[in-house]
């Protein structure tokens, strides 16, 4: 029996998500099938992470992606560590998939970005301009 299990998140823009996933250094596999103990799920797109099956993203009914995984087929690691390490992994997602579509809309609207400081604490501030 598999044991998938699905994350729901408020990512929209594929092409948005799919660049913050290269940038953190994981390679996007086209619609195909993840693979879990025993068991398969169709998704729009996955990533293969260490020690384990691929992690998919698939599009809900709400039009965003859901992350979907078998989180207890990977082997030598306990269920705790691994929630522990996806919620790391979705957190960066969301800050960097956030300042993206930021950025996309304040360049659309006409700004330039004047500065952008990382905190220490992993918040972004963005100082915008625009002339009028």
Request: hydrophobic content about 35%; proline content about 1%; charged content about 30%.
């Amino acid at each position: 029996m598999s044991h998938f299990s699905r994350i729901q998140t408020q990512f929209r823009e594929r092409d948005i998500l799919i660049q913050c996933l290269n940038e953190m250094g994981y390679q996007v596999q086209p619609a195909g099938l993840i693979k879990g103990y025993h068991g398969q799920e169709m998704v729009d797109f996955s990533i293969q992470v260490e020690r384990g099956y691929g992690v998919g993203f698939r599009q809900n009914e709400e039009g965003t992606y859901d992350i979907i995984a078998d989180w207890w087929g990977v082997k030598g690691t306990r269920q705790e560590d691994l929630l522990q390490r996806l919620q790391g992994r979705v957190n960066r997602i969301q800050r960097d998939y956030a300042l993206k579509v930021v950025m996309e809309q304040t360049q659309k609207m006409g700004f330039n970005v004047v500065e952008k400081v990382e905190e220490d604490n992993g918040e972004v501030r963005l100082v915008v301009r625009r002339w009028v």
